[in-house]
């Protein structure tokens, strides 16, 4: 809904306005004033008007900024234009007061205003002061309207900056660097996804939207660089859902001389606080769920936790045939050319990574899933390798890898993920030739770590959709 306010020809909008106060600065500052009081210090502060209501020759307001909100009181025989003030000023219009600091009789903080500028009209409505806005594709489509109508919307965004700067502080702290990689990248490498295409003039070549940053982060590692990290945005071709978006923030950490073992003491690290840092604590509600995500996790193979959920014991080592037939007895679709790790991931992901509540390590993942991660080193594990999944809430957080730096055995991984699609999986690894250079010059033992940014600022802030937690998330088409 819109409207055009009755303004005054001769109403001015100034360039600057100098002096400004935020709004939570003036709070903290008076913080304990008894009701009724006045202060006798003159202030000016700047933002939105979200209420107005007149009683008589007085008039109460709401001036709210990024930090919080103030009410404004006006006098009729104090308050310069007056009249022009509570008759033309609409909700949504931005101006700028100056006047006393005081406290009103129910102990409300306020400004007494003397003078004020208009500084922006709003010629659109804000909505209903009472409900906001509720319409879901309103609010999504036109963030700035539901930042200002729903605060907690503009809180969960404060949430998420706290967050990703815990999160470069503490890498920081830990002597990591951050660098930057291609976004456009000549092969989708670094994870089994569909990718974006795009067609550069210049060079007469099709490039790809990066669905993750890896592969050029492990060539830095292998240049010298032994601790280095990326946090940025991967653009992934594939649905929507509470849990996906298809360009989505992740947190990619590279060491060298450690293992997926030293990725899980840095993964509990880096969560707890985050959480600490976004709540102030680690004992988190989600959805009704109390959650504890203080150090240490649970650790359990993907394979114990299908056993628990299936009720008998499973392993990569069972005959195929027994496999296939247990995921048909639990209603689980398996394809023909599935070999026995792809069918246990596949129960995993069916049955058992929903149920899992309490943050969890699941541990040693089929070899048939995981091209890049490094064959475990216990010889009673074959056909296994050194990866985790971080999973919370029935989401996977995040994942990591002891990484794999054979460039004989990567070769031969990247040709099966050809052969994959090959035979129709379009989301399979495309062989890249420059990435197994790099590997035969020698890369350290190295693990590896990426965690969604997204699902993380989700849990820690309570949010049902991850389009709660992007400022500007993926949409339809206006029609």
Known sequence: MEHETDVRDDETIPYEVLGVEPVESLRVSHQGLPADARTGQVVTVAGRLMRLRRQGKLAFGDLVDSGGKVQLLLRREVTTDFEIFVHQRVLGDWVAVTGEVMTSRSGELSVEVRTWQLLARARRNFGDKWRGVSDPDI??????????????????????????????????DRGFMEVETPILQPIASGAVARPFVTHHNALDADLYLRIAPELYLKRLVVGGFERVFELGRDFRNEGLSPRHNPEFTMLEVYQAYTDVYGMIELTEALISQAALAACG??????????????????????????????ARQVSLDQPLEDLVQLAHDHGVKVEPTDGPGRVVFTLYEELVESTIVEPTFVLDFPKEVSPLARDHRDPAKHGRVEQFDLVIMGREMGT??????DPDEQRRRFLQQAEARRHGDDEAMVLDEDFLRALEHGMPPTGGLGIGVDRLVILLTDAPHIKEVIAFPALRPEI
Not at 146 to 159: H, M, S, T, Y
Not at 293 to 308: G, Q
Not at 400 to 405: C, P, R, T, V, W
């Open 139 to 172: 609010r999504y489509r036109q963030r700035y309207m539901d930042l200002w109508a729903n605060p907690e919307v503009r809180e969960r965004l404060k949430v998420r900056s706290r967050v990703i700067a815990q999160l470069r502080g503490d890498l920081g």
């Open 400 to 405: 990591a890898y002891s990484e794999l730096n």
């Open 281 to 310: 604590t680690t004992e988190i509600v989600y959805q009704g769920q109390r959650i504890d995500l203080k150090p240490p996790f649970r650790r359990a193979t993907m394979e114990e936790l299908v056993s628990e959920v299936v």
